[in-house]
């Protein structure tokens, strides 16, 4: 770890812990709720950001500005089990 | 007491999946969660610059992981390619002392799947390799042989003759101290900060001013923001994220990063010396705790640009209304949850941010997998702990 990407982390982190709070994602209310589907804050957040990424992304890509990073490993069971265990922490914590 | 019947369902549910986990073995390959790949899976891998996990069964076997470099060494950091391949080693000789690593228990059966199919018959190294006691040993008597060694891996260097070898090192050589430092700095950084802060915000709503603002300085002090809006600003994120650090976003790893830096500092020669401590998820400073460190300022900034931070121990109305007011049970139920939640995110590979977001916006299968578990449970457990206030 240089000093140089440590700060770029730190400053990435602070950016994403902002649109976190401003979001609302920091709030239990926010979390449970679109789990009752009492308030969907979390499903707006969640796939305007994956949206806006992957467009951003894709375009860059295509440029041929950047070249992506690793992808997390697709391994069926694993990641839905890890997302169902995940779940039920989620909607007990609210986190 | 019926009240406390869900609660009781949902523990012994999230216990029966962890069972379920490690009873499916493709669950134990877990990728380093939350985390971009060495450059060695990078490049070889996933740019597809020299594709090698079709290439022998043994390559095959080990193409879930990513330990290119716990057998070949080389740095798996560096983006420089002949950085990278730097004291590599890219034939095996030594091949029993290699499977060794990471199998000494079933040493003999593994070796004798791959020498099959490498036509090796000289098993005369097999045994000298078995003479040596020991995982440490070997271990550490292989990486010390490499030149070029990755810094993180820090061997131990002992000679595998003598019979120090056959203890485990009793002291590991330090992890990265500048990375400590700069935590620790960080750290009470925090502390000073945020305490000198709360003495400041409280004199500043003391004497509350009504001067008129600007429409950028309005919305920044705006608590909630459209979720659309925070959205869009995330999804900057992660796009600068991956121009300049060529990482994608992620907080779950940082967590098991920092167990990882304890587990090797109070148990380095047991538990330190385990396939997830050592090579999955290796202590040191890195770049997912530097985010995490930012997310938690972050978090801060955005809720002293709205004039809302307080320090709050229970005080969300939701969840008063339904587990009560105590101050003990957000803490146990928090603190319970969020060991599940972890413990998921580690077998999935990732949390809602670092597989949901940053797998999605890649595209990658394993994100929507994810997230489609992820809201089965989710609803179910709301349902169970909601009940007729649904």
């Known amino acids: ?95 | 007491m019926a009240r406390k019947t869900p609660l009781i369902i949902i523990l012994l549910g999230s216990l029966l999946l962890i069972g379920l986990a490690f009873w499916a073995q493709p669950v134990k390959q877990v990728q380093a969660q939350c985390k971009g790949l060495s450059s060695c899976k990078n490049c070889h891998e996933a740019q597809a610059q020299d594709p090698v996990s079709t290439k022998g069964a043994w390559h095959v076997d080990h193409a879930n992981f990513d330990l290119c470099y716990a057998c070949h060494g080389g740095a798996r950091e560096s983006a420089d390619k002949a950085q990278a391949h730097a004291g590599m080693v890219t034939k095996l000789t030594d091949m029993p002392a290699n499977c060794k690593a990471c199998h000494a228990d079933d040493l003999e059966t593994r070796f004798k799947k791959y020498a099959a199919q490498l036509n090796v018959t000289d098993t005369s190294s097999l045994q000298t390799a078995q003479k040596k006691n020991n995982t440490q040993a070997g271990l550490a008597a292989y990486l010390g042989q490499q030149p070029a060694s990755v810094e993180l891996l820090q061997p131990a260097k002992t000679e595998s003759s003598s019979p120090a070898a056959a203890n485990p090192p009793a002291a590991q050589t330090p992890v990265n101290t500048t990375g400590n430092a700069i935590l620790g700095g960080l750290l009470i950084l925090g502390v000073v900060g945020g305490g000198g802060y709360i003495t400041w915000n409280e004199r500043r709503l003391a004497r509350q001013s009504a001067q008129p603002r600007s429409w950028f300085s309005e919305q920044i002090r705006k608590e909630h923001w459209s979720p659309y809006a925070a959205g869009v600003l995330l999804g900057i994120t992660c796009i600068l994220a991956v121009l300049l650090a060529h990482h994608t976003l992620g907080a779950s790893s940082a967590i098991s990063s920092i167990g990882s830096n304890i587990v090797n500092q109070a148990a380095p020669g047991t538990a330190g010396q385990t396939m997830y401590y050592k090579f999955l998820m290796p202590p040191g400073f890195n770049w997912e705790i530097a985010l995490l460190i930012g997310v938690f300022f972050g978090g801060m900034l955005g809720a002293l640009s709205s004039g809302t931070f307080k320090l709050r121990w229970n005080d969300d109305p939701t969840w008063k209304k339904v587990f009560g007011p105590q101050r003990w049970k957000r803490f146990v139920l928090g603190f319970i949850g969020a060991i599940i939640l972890q413990y998921g995110a580690g077998i999935a590979g990732g949390c809602t941010s670092g597989l949901a977001i940053s797998g999605g916006m890649l595209m990658a299968p394993s994100a929507f997998i994810f997230m489609a578990g992820m809201f089965i449970t989710g609803i179910l457990v709301a349902l169970l702990v909601y009940r007729r206030r649904y």
């Open chain 1, 1 to 95: 770890m240089d000093f140089t990407s440590t700060i770029v982390a730190l400053i990435l982190g602070l950016l994403f812990g902002f649109a976190l709070n401003k979001g609302g994602l920091t709030r239990y209310a926010n979390i449970v709720g679109v789990f009752r589907f009492t308030n969907l804050t979390v499903i707006k957040f969640m796939m305007t950001a994956l949206a806006v990424a992957a467009i951003g992304l894709y375009i860059m890509r295509g440029l041929g500005v950047i070249q992506f990073p690793g992808a997390p490993a697709t391994y069926m069971l694993g990641n839905l089990i890890g997302g169902l265990i995940f779940g039920i922490g989620m909607a007990l914590t609210g986190y």
